[in-house]
């Protein structure tokens, strides 16, 4: 029964910005960690940023100082604000979310284009 739909990718300029949303729902558990992974074609999946349910946050390199991933908790939705986007960034981005019990659940992913 558990869903994690994401949301607000798109097409943006070099430069723009874009913030995606994701949101879990469907379980009872309690939600422990929630993260962004990204895939670009031809390349292999690699974890973009992830946060606690104490707001603990970690960024990879290519995104820091670029992006933050935050969350609400009582709505289960995680949030990536992208910043500074580059042609680099294009990808399929999914949100994952870790249950306490129950383990982890991908969304579907959505795209992210940037146009030089």
């Known amino acids: 029964q558990v869903q994690v739909v994401e949301s607000g990718g798109g097409l943006v300029q070099a430069g723009g910005s874009l913030r995606l949303s994701c949101a879990a729902s469907?379980?009872?558990?309690?939600?422990?960690?929630m993260g962004w992974y990204r895939q670009a074609p031809g390349k292999q999946r690699e974890l973009v940023a992830v946060?606690?349910?104490?707001?603990?946050?970690n960024y990879a390199d290519f995104v820091k100082g670029r992006s933050t991933i935050s969350r609400d908790n009582a709505k289960n939705t995680v949030y990536l604000q992208m910043n500074s986007l580059k042609p680099e960034d294009t990808a399929v981005y999914y949100c994952?979310?870790?249950?306490?019990?129950?383990?982890?659940?991908w969304g579907q992913g959505t795209q992210v284009t940037v146009s030089s």
């Open positions: 994952y979310t870790d249950y306490e019990i129950g383990g982890r659940y």
């Open positions: 946060i606690s349910s104490a707001g603990r946050t």
């Open positions: 469907g379980s009872t558990f309690r939600v422990n960690y």
